[in-house]
């Protein structure tokens, strides 16, 4: 990941035959330019991106259609390669930064299950070192930072470092890549790969290209800096009156502006989607939790869909996607299986996602499942919430989530100590109908449909209309005057439309 995400200033240029001299003159530490100046796939290299908006497409552009743009920025970049890593957690034991809810040892287990989610990327060591100010360009006072670096330099084999903080300054980073001569990484970058090789649909990478634009704009001032030191000041483009990093700037701003388009289209899209199934009024229910919680296995079990397939492992499911399943009443339901939470995770993550999130608003109830078998469950359960209160979720939504105990199993003689939580084991079925009863209870609260018996003549249409537009539960035939008591959960949309149509 350290060549992955890490600008290593692939120049751009605009004209085709500055290339070789530009290599040569402008930027000699730079990589041979690329034939267009800027795109990202996750490369964290910049090469052309499709056109400026209002300036018109390039020369070499022509006959660019929208799909082809797409893929350009969705281009992914070449493979990470191995890593093999010493984690550092910097503990502060004392005072307001003290953590709530975990200790040291558990957001270590984290940071290295982070680490074990990443093909070939290994942990060589690991080391948890206390620290007053973690906001300090060393993080570590003087005498724990010297321990460290004597740890890092007694492991040559290690390529890289993970400290374990949310986001670490551009001058931190720099610092103590120089002090250490490996690459440091923190949990934004770590996280932000998980999710770019974890990503499969086009919404997902397009977010993860567009969550990768503040760390490519950070990288290119950095990057930019470097030269600038080395050669003695900013170059111009020739011709252009506008310098080698104003030019990186600009085609970095047009490369974002372009994947916020096509995320508003498909934005647009999933609208029109959305709409379509209010029509049909299937009940959505969102499930979400905590990352590697069992929401997955859940909705698995819940819905009897063996196309899914849930892994054991952090942000598996990075696509929102949904499952049909029966309620105890027949009633048809959506569950939606949504995106993981993490403690600490950076905002400029959140942000990108939003696009996906934002369909929970559209909801008629929220599960939260939890993994009650982690030790860290009440720190992951606030984690959860607080997503959810910035979301600025319909208070209705806050006020109905279902709250499941999942993974009972994995603890002897469980006994819930909240009492509106409903304890299931998803793997092993157990708990399974009394979560459908009280999503069904409440589903019908807030959808507002209605159980109601029914008297229809068996020789016209009603029967099968109230088939296609509601749940039918029983049919009670009597044979003797041709008609049929039909007992329906109907919604009041469709009532007025039956009594329209068939009036008494």
């Known amino acids: 990941m350290g060549s992955g995400l ?9 004209a085709r035959g500055l290339r070789a001299a530009a290599a040569g ?22 090469r052309a991106a499709p056109g400026p908006p209002g300036r018109g497409e390039p020369p070499w552009s022509e006959g660019r259609g929208a799909e082809e743009e797409e893929e350009e920025l969705l281009a992914p970049g070449p493979p990470p390669g ?14 307001a930064k003290k953590p709530q809810l975990t200790t040291a040892e558990l957001q270590m287990a984290e940071a290295v299950a982070l680490i074990n989610t990443l ?24 005498g724990n930072f010297q321990i460290l670096t004597e740890k890092i330099k007694g492991l040559p084999h290690i390529t890289a470092v993970f400290l374990n903080i949310e986001r670490l300054s551009p001058l931190t980073k720099k610092e103590l890549e120089d002090a250490w001569g490996v690459t440091v990484f923190d949990r934004y970058t770590v996280v932000l790969h998980i999710f770019r090789c974890n990503a499969r649909t086009k919404e997902a990478k397009l977010q993860i290209a567009l969550a990768e ?3 490519l704009r950070t990288n290119l001032k950095n990057e930019m800096s470097q030269l600038d030191q080395q050669r003695g000041g900013s170059r111009y ?16 701003k047009e490369k974002e502006f372009k994947i916020r388009n096509a995320l508003e289209k498909l934005r647009q899209k999933r609208s029109v989607l959305r709409t379509q199934r209010e029509r049909r009024e299937f009940p959505v ?31 598996a499911t990075l696509d929102i996607t949904a499952h049909a399943g029966y309620l105890p009443s027949h009633l048809a339901v959506i569950y939606v299986d949504t995106i993981g939470f993490l403690s600490e995770l950076p905002h400029d993550l959140i942000e990108s996602f939003s696009a996906t999130i934002e369909d929970v608003a559209y909801s008629d109830l929220i599960v939260h499942v939890r993994d009650i078998s982690h030790p860290e469950t009440v720190l992951q359960k606030a984690s959860v919430l607080s997503v959810l209160k910035n979301l600025n979720l319909p208070s209705h939504l806050l006020d109905s989530v279902v709250e499941v105990h999942n993974k ?11 009492t509106n939580a409903i304890a299931v084991s998803a793997l092993l079925g157990y708990g399974l109908e009394e979560l459908k009863e009280e999503i069904e209870r409440i589903v019908l609260k807030t959808t507002g449909k209605k159980i109601l018996t029914i008297k229809v003549n068996l020789a016209g249409p009603q029967l099968s209309w109230l088939y296609k537009e509601a749940t039918v539960q029983e049919v009670d035939v009597m044979p003797e005057n041709g008609t049929a008591n039909v007992k329906v959960i109907i919604s009041n949309s469709a009532l007025g439309k039956y009594k329209k149509l068939f009036p008494q």
Not at 87 to 94: D, E, N
């Open 6 to 14: 890490l600008l290593r200033g692939a120049a751009a240029l605009c």
């Open 25 to 46: 003159r402008l930027c000699p530490l730079l990589p041979r330019p690329p034939a267009r100046p800027l795109s990202t796939g996750g490369c964290g290299c910049l």
């Open 82 to 95: 191995a890593q093999r890593l010493l984690v550092v957690h910097p503990a502060v034991r004392w005072g």
């Open 119 to 142: 093909h070939n990327w290994t942990v060589l060591g690991k080391i948890i070192l206390s620290t007053k100010t973690p906001d300090k360009k060393f993080i570590f006072g003087k």
């Open 213 to 215: 634009i503040p760390l």
């Open 237 to 252: 483009i020739m011709g252009s009156g506008e310098t080698f990093m104003e030019m990186q700037y600009r085609l970095l």
């Open 285 to 315: 229910i969102s499930v979400m939790g905590y990352t590697n919680c069992g929401k997955t296995t859940l909705i698995k079990a819940l819905t009897g869909d063996e196309g899914l397939q849930p892994q054991d492992q952090l942000f």
């Open 408 to 418: 009972v199993d994995l603890i002897e003689r469980y006994q819930s100590l909240e």
